[in-house]
């Protein structure tokens, strides 16, 4: 840890003028009722993502002689991306290992700054065992995707920013995977604003960090299944372990149905597209993980924005039920003419809006001459589902709970 200081946040700041952004501050009014927050938007920066920051940082400060071996990267796809656009810059051969989970967009990028990517079966970790073989077997420098304090330097650039945008900041709210951009924003904060308290943010399926912070041990998760997949990090650094320790306030974790509402609110109130990784902050924000902000100013950073366009319409969905905007109500009712008449007669009195039937034959142990009929809604709240549900029932229908 003697290697990470101000010192060396500071120098990357300058260093990072030559390819990173400051990104945009942006005031939420809608987000929370409670609290006044602001979204720090990395999900613009180069590349999508902060990542660029640690990746740039590390290859600036290499040899002649080691630019000229090369550099390898294990990563899910931001990582990469920043890699392989530092190289790039530095003129240096960049190989990069991604597990073939890794969404095509993330990969198709990741080539177009001129980087190679080799493929492995399995998750990140299988990834990274084999990078590790590689680098030492082609004598090319590792490009640690967080537990390096060079890395971790280039994303507490994001701390410098943070305070120079809202000075006056009460609390911080970001991501977790590894621990490299909480470590950095951590550090930077806390040195240069103590009062401000950090938190950490992790998807609920992946709470690595959060559970080798409550067993003060460094845990291995034995499955990391979650979309917000730049956060899906069985193990956290020992370097990141140790700074998360020292200087962060707590760590929360939300679900998969709340980043996919996250997400959703993003794209609708603020227009800006994040991926589950970079929302997971808003999330924590919109279901209230952390109660002591109320009344504070709060800014929640966005990570990155490269989420996979195959996977976009069903996390929006996904954020549409788990806020109440969609909604499927399955009945049985008499097998007989005018029946969906009447129930959809119902529901639009009730404001709701009828976007999808499906109709078939009832169950075993039902009437013989009755029928099953689902609908999928297009519903304000959950609220106001709960009305529809009464008004059928008050009419005599027969709800089957799904």
């Given at each position: 840890?003697?290697?990470l200081s101000m010192t060396n946040i500071r120098h990357a700041a300058e260093v990072l003028k030559e390819v990173a952004?400051?990104?945009?501050?942006?005031?939420?009014?809608?987000?929370?009722?409670?609290?006044?927050?602001?979204?720090?938007?990395?999900?613009?920066?180069?590349?999508?993502?902060?990542?660029?920051?640690?990746?740039?940082?590390?290859?600036?400060?290499?040899?002649?002689?080691?630019?000229?071996?090369?550099?390898?990267?294990?990563?899910?796809?931001?990582?990469?991306?920043?890699?392989?656009?530092?190289?790039?810059?530095?003129?240096?051969?960049?190989?990069?290992?991604?597990?073939?989970?890794?969404?095509?967009?993330?990969?198709?990028?990741?080539?177009?700054?001129?980087?190679?990517?080799?493929?492995?079966?399995?998750?990140?970790?299988?990834?990274?065992?084999?990078a590790a073989e590689l680098c030492k077997k082609r004598k090319m420098t590792f490009v640690h995707p967080f537990d390096?304090?060079?890395?971790?330097?280039?994303?507490?650039?994001?701390?410098?920013?943070?305070?120079?945008?809202?000075?006056?900041?009460?609390?911080?709210?970001?991501?977790?995977?590894?621990?490299?951009?909480?470590?950095?924003?951590?550090?930077?904060?806390?040195?240069?604003?103590?009062?401000?308290?950090?938190?950490?943010?992790?998807?609920?399926?992946?709470?690595?960090?959060?559970?080798?912070?409550?067993?003060?041990?460094?845990?291995?998760?034995?499955?990391?299944?979650?979309?917000?997949?730049?956060?899906?990090?069985?193990?956290?650094?020992?370097?990141?372990?140790?700074?998360?320790?020292?200087?962060?306030?707590?760590?929360?974790?939300?679900?998969?149905?709340?980043?996919?509402?996250?997400?959703?609110?993003?794209?609708?109130?603020?227009?800006?597209?994040?991926?589950?990784?970079?929302?997971?902050?808003?999330?924590?924000?919109?279901?209230?993980k952390i109660p002591d902000l109320h009344g504070k100013k709060v800014c929640c950073l966005l990570s990155g924005g490269?989420?996979?366009?195959?996977?976009?319409?069903?996390?929006?969905?996904?954020?549409?039920?788990?806020?109440?905007?969609?909604?499927?109500?399955?009945?049985?009712?008499?097998?007989?003419?005018?029946?969906?008449?009447?129930?959809?007669?119902?529901?639009?009195?009730?404001?709701?809006?009828?976007?999808?039937?499906?109709?078939?034959?009832?169950?075993?142990?039902?009437?013989?001459?009755?029928?099953?009929?689902?609908?999928?809604?297009?519903?304000?709240?959950?609220?106001?589902?709960?009305?529809?549900?009464?008004?059928?029932?008050?009419?005599?229908?027969?709800?089957?709970?799904?």
């Open positions: 840890m003697s290697e952004r400051k990104t945009d501050m942006i005031y939420a009014p809608k987000l929370s009722g409670q609290a006044q927050v602001y979204l720090k938007t990395e999900n613009l920066q180069v590349t999508g993502s902060f990542k660029v920051r640690g990746a740039y940082y590390k290859i600036s400060k290499l040899t002649e002689d080691e630019l000229a071996r090369g550099v390898i990267a294990c990563s899910a796809g931001n990582h990469a991306q920043g890699v392989a656009l530092g190289a790039q810059h530095r003129g240096a051969k960049a190989v990069i290992c991604m597990p073939d989970i890794a969404p095509i967009a993330k990969v198709e990028a990741t080539k177009s700054y001129g980087a190679e990517v080799r493929l492995v079966p399995g998750s990140y970790d299988d990834a990274s065992a084999y390096d304090p060079d890395v971790i330097a280039g994303q507490g650039t994001v701390g410098l920013e943070i305070l120079d945008q809202l000075p006056d900041v009460d609390a911080v709210l970001v991501p977790i995977g590894g621990g490299g951009l909480i470590s950095g924003v951590a550090y930077a904060i806390k040195h240069l604003r103590p009062e401000c308290k950090v938190y950490g943010v992790q998807a609920a399926e992946a709470p690595s960090m959060k559970r080798s912070i409550e067993a003060q041990d460094k845990l291995t998760l034995l499955t990391a299944n979650t979309f917000a997949d730049g956060i899906a990090v069985k193990h956290p650094g020992d370097l990141t372990f140790e700074l998360v320790n020292r200087y962060v306030d707590g760590i929360v974790t939300v679900s998969e149905d709340e980043i996919a509402a996250a997400v959703l609110f993003l794209i609708e109130q603020r227009k800006l597209v994040c991926e589950g990784a970079g929302a997971v902050s808003v999330a924590a924000m919109i279901y209230d490269n989420i996979d366009v195959n996977i976009l319409s069903r996390v929006i969905y996904r954020g549409l039920q788990a806020s109440g905007r969609r909604a499927e109500i399955k009945l049985t009712l008499p097998d007989k003419p005018g029946q969906l008449a009447a129930v959809s007669a119902i529901v639009s009195k009730c404001g709701g809006n009828v976007i999808g039937v499906n109709y078939g034959p009832s169950a075993m142990d039902s009437a013989l001459a009755s029928c099953v009929l689902s609908l999928q809604l297009e519903t304000r709240d959950f609220e106001q589902i709960g009305q529809i549900h009464a008004a059928l029932e008050a009419a005599g229908y027969h709800l089957l709970r799904t």
